[in-house]
Nanobody, 115 residues
Framework: QVQLVESGGGLVQAGGSLRLSCAASGIIVAINAMGWYRQAPGKQREFVAL???????NVEDSVKGRFTISRDNANNTVYLQMNSLKPEDTAVYYC?????????WGQGTQVTVSS
């Protein structure tokens, strides 16, 4: 089993920045990649970014150049640095871990960007 705990969400004005963190615990060796999804009110959950065990990243086009994903392997933590935030970035952000057998989700953290 893998447990994921997100932190770092909050309220920020447009143009501001936030950094989300996701700490993983449990059977860490089983994790192949970690990343972020988000879900805005009334919309489907959508992919934001991921980073694999080798450090290769994939970032969704709408946030490319503004959001950066990174990981601290020593602390089993993945980060999402979000700059130049826009009101349309408002959503619940979920951490996800991909393993060989199962996928795991965190509980989510709210990000609200005011105009």
């Amino acid at each position: 089993q893998v447990q994921l705990v997100e932190s770092g969400g909050g309220l920020v004005q447009a143009g501001g920045s936030l950094r989300l963190s996701c700490a993983a615990s449990g059977i860490i060796v089983a994790i192949n990649a970690m990343g972020w999804y988000r879900q805005a009110p009334g919309k489907q959950r959508e992919f934001v970014a991921l980073i694999n065990r080798g450090g290769i990243t994939n970032v969704e086009d709408s946030v490319k150049g503004r959001f950066t994903i990174s990981r601290d392997n020593a602390n089993n933590t993945v980060y999402l640095q979000m700059n130049s935030l826009k009101p349309e970035d408002t959503a619940v952000y979920y951490c996800k871990a991909w393993s060989t057998r199962l996928d795991y989700w965190g509980q989510g953290t709210q990000v609200t960007v005011s105009s």
